[in-house]
């Protein structure tokens, strides 16, 4: 039993690391809030790189080459990676990696709303890599100096594979627009479908986000939602000019007071309502991957009967 | 039966040799039935850009860890032996090679 003496002693030594903007380690003392904050971002997270195979998967089977299966295949691959190197990261604050997966089927703990939508065409692949790819690395570049060593750590690790997945995208859509006029069609319907939703990638506005003051005081955050969506939009215009693709927002201008873009307003009753389980795929997606892990169930049973096999022996 | 399904696979912390002449340095862990699949998976998890030439895997339980927190009494023999540092000796400037 720790102390009430103890326990303020340990608090100060906790935020006099955060304000040295060193990093807190896994045996560190930390406020238990904090760790909670943790375990739903990092979990929140692990689960998005999960469930966002799903998307892209559906497109193996029917890439137009084997070049383009075999990228396919690479990234989605990547996607797995990067989930299992955020649940190790989620489990070294105390959680199992059962309870994680239980949490993502029963609900308890979302994933990213993007992947509730549907990959309609092959040219979403393309977009998914440029423009969901380029909005998470967005939001992933500052997370690599985020104040919980093991949640950095992974992230510079999936930083430096995501840039692969957003040229293959981009380049995937280059290629489609030096196509056909039926080629340049379906990446512009791909984007206009996917814009708005990659915009609410970065979550609800600042006034509207309870959270991110806190996070920010922690250094678990260090940008809140509204900067860095700004931020993407401002990258991005120039790639769809170079594109030759059109932004489907008619309020997208260059702001030259503010020296960055305006851009039209969110719907933010469609953000809810997906984040809250009515989008278009939140059912398929969770169904399938409660599917995946009651199928795979003989499989983790087969290798721990060998494994008990083997020390016996 | 259940039981012994929903029973996790054991932790085992993965070391990759980035390449020859370099140490063995943690990039992080993973779980896996035994040491065998163990290997199997740190290759497909951590090393899928050949990042590394050689990995070692060892369970997790068959680490015995100090406190990472620098405040642990376990440096404290470290901290006040500034002459085990090359600074501490202030040799002239005119001595070369030094």
């Not at chain 1, 930083?159 to 280059?174: A, I, V």
């Amino acid at each position: 039993m720790t102390s009430a003496v103890d326990e303020a002693g340990l608090e100060s030594h906790f935020e006099a690391t955060i304000a040295h903007k060193d990093r807190i380690e896994p045996r560190d003392w930390m406020p238990e809030k904090y760790r909670r904050t943790l375990v739903r971002q990092i979990a929140q997270h692990a689960h998005s790189e999960i469930i966002g195979m799903q998307p892209e998967g559906n497109w193996i089977s029917r890439a137009p080459s084997l070049r383009r299966k075999a990228i396919l295949l690479a990234k989605v691959q990547d996607e797995a990676g990067h989930g299992l190197y955020l649940y190790s990261a989620t489990e070294t604050l105390g959680v199992t990696r059962t309870e994680l997966t239980e949490r993502l089927i029963s609900g308890a703990q979302k994933y990213s709303s993007i992947f509730n939508y549907p990959t309609l065409s092959y040219a979403d692949v393309g977009t998914i890599g440029w423009l969901v790819d380029g909005a998470a690395i967005c939001n992933q570049v500052p997370l690599c100096r985020t104040s919980f060593g093991p949640y950095g750590r992974a992230m510079i690790r999936i930083c430096k594979e995501e840039s692969f997945h957003q040229r293959q995208g981009y380049e995937l859509l280059m290629t489609m627009m030096r196509g056909t006029d039926e080629q340049r069609a379906m990446v512009q319907e791909s984007v206009d479908r996917f814009w708005w939703p990659s915009l609410m990638m970065f979550g609800p506005p600042d006034d509207a986000s309870p959270n991110t003051a806190q996070s920010m005081a922690w250094g678990i955050k260090t940008h809140t939602n509204d900067e860095l969506r700004q931020r993407f939009v401002d990258m991005t215009v120039p790639q769809a000019e170079a594109l030759g693709v059109t932004l489907p927002d008619p309020d997208l201008a260059w702001n030259e007071r503010r020296q960055a873009h305006d851009f039209g307003e969110i719907d933010w009753d469609e953000f809810w309502r997906v984040v809250g389980g009515d989008g278009p795929c939140n059912a398929q997606r969770v169904a399938h991957r409660s599917k995946a892990w009651d199928d795979g169930a003989w499989v983790r049973e087969a290798a721990s009967a060998f494994a008990r096999k083997q020390e016996a022996a | 039966m259940t039981g012994e399904v929903r029973a996790e696979w054991p932790l085992y912390e993965v070391f990759v040799r980035g390449k020859r002449g370099l140490n063995h340095v943690h990039v992080g862990s993973l779980h896996a039935p035994d040491d065998a699949m163990a290997l199997r998976h740190a290759r497909d998890v951590y090393t899928r850009r050949n990042e590394g030439v050689s990995i070692w895997v060892v369970r997790s339980d068959a680490i015995t860890a100090s406190s990472p927190d620098e405040k642990d009494p376990l440096f404290a023999p470290s901290g006040d032996k500034v002459y085990r540092h090359p600074t501490f000796y202030s040799i002239p400037a005119n001595v070369p090679h030094m």
